[in-house]
């Protein structure tokens, strides 16, 4: 996957990028889609 904010490619189900620490959205909702909510 590629950052949103500089382009740069960036590892699949990161939260941020490495890069420029931009946030890429995989976040809790994301989480609840894979079925791995671990929030308890
Ligand atoms: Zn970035």
């Keep these: 996957m590629y950052c949103k904010q500089c382009g740069k490619e960036i590892a699949d189900g ?5 890069y420029c620490g931009a946030g ?3 976040t809790l ?3 609840l889609l894979a079925g791995s909510l671990r929030l308890i």
């Design 14 to 18: 990161s939260q941020y990028c490495s």
């Design 29 to 31: 909702k994301s989480r």
């Design 24 to 26: 890429t959205g995989l």
